[in-house]
């Protein structure tokens, strides 16, 4: 398999006083993990064939959306390991 070792590292500053920075640090902390952790199981499950509507949906879309998303992400890796 090619596998890819991907870490996303951001700063949110919402400035939303209204609720209390511990409840803030909760979701950004934890529950954006799990609601990542639900996007890479539908990926998987695309990849492995058991979503088919997803499958379908994809290449619909893949002259649009896909290929472009691809195109950027092999120039962003090829930048990236020219350095």
């Known amino acids: 398999d090619n596998l890819i070792l991907l870490t996303f590292t951001f700063s949110v500053d919402p400035k939303l006083s209204i609720l209390p920075q511990s409840f803030l640090n909760f979701f950004l902390r934890t529950a954006m993990r799990q609601i ?6 539908v990926a998987e499950e695309v990849g492995d064939g058991k979503r088919p509507a997803h499958s379908e949906a994809i290449e619909r879309k893949r002259e649009a959306l896909y290929d472009w998303v691809e ?3 092999n120039a962003m890796l090829q930048h990236s390991l020219s350095k």
Do not use: D, K
Request: glycine letters at 12%; charged letters at 20%; a neutral charge.
């Open 71 to 73: 195109e950027r992400t």
């Open 36 to 41: 990542w952790g639900m996007f890479l199981h």
